[in-house]
């Protein structure tokens, strides 16, 4: 079902062009404009904004193929190049000219001022080289009126989206169903499937798998319980991500299917899901992850687990996990456990003994963020006594005193 044409990333590293992509379907669905172009070379107006021409090769709200339209944006990121060259070939979302008095400088005509259009969401409502599929499936979405977007036939074009536009449409689409407030109930047999394969698809950036998965648990999507189901009892075992959704629907896993993924060695995303979401007794098996497992995705996911399902009372388990050589999993931990308050202090003070300056720094601010009488006892002797500079700095900081203070 994929009709990914070149372009379209989600997101874009510096000193690459502005990728677009952001709020889309929200700002096509405002109008009061919308059209694929292919655009001229832009010329720049000043320090910030540019103008190009294009030709309307498509266009949603009326306009006419062929009609050409100045549109105007500014560059706001100088070390990125301009985002548009000759020949580019986008869809974007346009709305008037904003009346600033900059832009009465930038275009002094009138007549050409009130004929620009620019682009939605600060010039970010835009997407390159969208395919045909996707504006078929998107041009449906559209037509429909307001009220019936968030039925199932609106809901199901957007699972379409999801699951076969390039990856930036494909985002804007769950962002779109996850501003639904009633999502699962408009959520039908055929859409499940549809979101699972979306889930499933291998071209996937980490951040629309991370934006569907954020969507099964805000939403509690029930309606892909049976899919998710259906594949994690097969015989051979199914991809992470298939776990992961199952997981987040009731925040745990049946423990057999715990163990089995628990035991999968070849595989850091499968015990880390098996982790993740362990109930019964899988939950025991947590202490020797968070000990002995390679992989720090699975150390941290064990770690949390074991917190959650044991409270303050499992601190002395998570010793390793505040020591640990990895310092995502060293700061996941310290966090989760400053959060529980004061009464997370006693494992926080265990580890200073072993900790590193590093470690110590660290787990200053955990100590801060706990806080209560025996936290601030604890940063009280750091700030005084501590062999480390940095550490008797950070901890009087933390107990209220100036930088750079001297008894």
Request: glycine share 10%; hydrophobic share 45%; aromatic share 4%.
């Given at each position: 079902?994929?009709?990914?044409?070149?372009?379209?990333?989600?997101?874009?590293?510096?000193?690459?062009?502005?990728?677009?992509?952001?709020?889309?379907?929200?700002?096509?669905?405002?109008?009061?404009?919308?059209?694929?172009?292919?655009?001229?070379?832009?010329?720049?107006?000043?320090?910030?904004?540019?103008?190009?021409?294009?030709?309307?090769?498509?266009?949603?709200?009326?306009?006419?193929?062929?009609?050409?339209?100045?549109?105007?944006?500014?560059?706001?990121?100088?070390?990125?190049?301009?985002?548009?060259?000759?020949?580019?070939?986008?869809?974007?979302?346009?709305?008037?000219?904003?009346?600033?008095?900059?832009?009465?400088?930038?275009?002094?005509?009138?007549?050409?001022?009130?004929?620009?259009?620019?682009?939605?969401?600060?010039?970010?409502?835009?997407?390159?080289?969208?395919?045909?599929?996707?504006?078929?499936?998107?041009?449906?979405?559209?037509?429909?009126?307001?009220?019936?977007?968030?039925?199932?036939?609106?809901?199901?074009?957007?699972?379409?989206?999801?699951?076969?536009?390039?990856?930036?449409?494909?985002?804007?689409?769950?962002?779109?169903?996850?501003?639904?407030?009633?999502?699962?109930v408009s959520l039908d047999e055929s859409s499940a499937k549809g979101l699972v394969a979306a889930l499933l698809r291998a071209d996937a950036p980490p951040e629309l798998t991370d934006a569907l998965l954020a969507l099964v648990r805000s939403a509690a999507l029930q309606k892909l319980r049976p899919p998710l189901e259906g594949l994690a009892q097969r015989d051979a075992l199914a991809p992470a991500v298939v776990y992961e959704a199952l997981g987040r629907i009731?925040?745990?896993?049946?423990?057999?299917?715990?163990?089995?993924?628990?035991?999968?060695?070849?595989?850091?995303?499968?015990?880390?899901?098996?982790?993740?979401?362990?109930?019964?007794?899988?939950?025991?098996?947590?202490?020797?992850?968070?000990?002995?497992?390679?992989?720090?995705?699975?150390?941290?996911?064990?770690?949390?687990?074991?917190?959650?399902?044991?409270?303050?009372?499992?601190?002395?388990?998570?010793?390793?996990?505040?020591?640990?050589?990895?310092?995502?999993?060293?700061?996941?931990?310290?966090?989760?456990?400053?959060?529980?308050?004061?009464?997370?202090?006693?494992?926080?003070?265990?580890?200073?003994?072993?900790?590193?300056?590093?470690?110590?720094?660290?787990?200053?601010?955990?100590?801060?963020?706990?806080?209560?009488?025996?936290?601030?006892?604890?940063?009280?002797?750091?700030?005084?006594?501590?062999?480390?500079?940095?550490?008797?700095?950070?901890?009087?900081?933390?107990?209220?005193?100036?930088?750079?203070?001297?008894?």
């Amino acid at each position: 079902m994929l009709w990914i044409a070149s372009g379209g990333a989600a997101g874009a590293a510096e000193g690459e062009p502005a990728a677009g992509g952001v709020h889309l379907i929200p700002a096509l669905e405002k109008g009061p404009g919308a059209a694929v172009l292919v655009l001229d070379a832009p010329r720049q107006l000043d320090g910030e904004a540019w103008l190009a021409e294009g030709t309307v090769e498509r266009s949603f709200y009326g306009g006419a193929t062929g009609e050409r339209i100045p549109v105007a944006w500014e560059e706001r990121a100088r070390q990125r190049p301009v985002r548009f060259g000759a020949g580019d070939r986008v869809l974007v979302a346009l709305e008037p000219l904003p009346g600033y008095s900059i832009w009465l400088q930038r275009i002094p005509d009138g007549e050409k001022r009130a004929s620009t259009l620019t682009i939605a969401q600060d010039g970010d409502a835009f997407l390159r080289n969208p395919s045909l599929g996707g504006l078929l499936v998107l041009q449906h979405y559209l037509a429909l009126p307001a009220d019936r977007r968030e039925t199932p036939m609106g809901v199901g074009y957007l699972v379409e989206l999801a699951a076969g536009a390039e990856p930036a449409l494909a985002l804007a689409a769950v962002e779109r169903l996850a501003a639904m407030p009633q999502l699962d109930v408009s959520l039908d047999e055929s859409s499940a499937k549809g979101l699972v394969a979306a889930l499933l698809r291998a071209d996937a950036p980490p951040e629309l798998t991370d934006a569907l998965l954020a969507l099964v648990r805000s939403a509690a999507l029930q309606k892909l319980r049976p899919p998710l189901e259906g594949l994690a009892q097969r015989d051979a075992l199914a991809p992470a991500v298939v776990y992961e959704a199952l997981g987040r629907i009731d925040d745990a896993l049946p423990s057999a299917l715990c163990e089995r993924l628990l035991a999968a060695r070849d595989s850091a995303p499968l015990r880390a899901a098996g982790a993740r979401f362990a109930t019964g007794p899988a939950v025991e098996r947590l202490p020797r992850l968070v000990r002995s497992d390679a992989a720090p995705e699975v150390r941290k996911a064990a770690a949390l687990r074991w917190l959650a399902q044991k409270g303050v009372g499992g601190g002395p388990e998570l010793r390793p996990a505040l020591l640990d050589s990895d310092r995502d999993v060293r700061m996941a931990v310290m966090l989760a456990l400053a959060q529980e308050g004061p009464t997370a202090v006693p494992a926080l003070q265990d580890v200073l003994s072993a900790a590193t300056p590093e470690i110590t720094r660290e787990l200053v601010a955990a100590l801060s963020l706990a806080g209560g009488p025996q936290a601030q006892s604890l940063l009280r002797e750091l700030a005084e006594t501590h062999p480390d500079e940095s550490v008797r700095q950070l901890a009087g900081v933390a107990i209220g005193r100036p930088l750079g203070h001297r008894d």
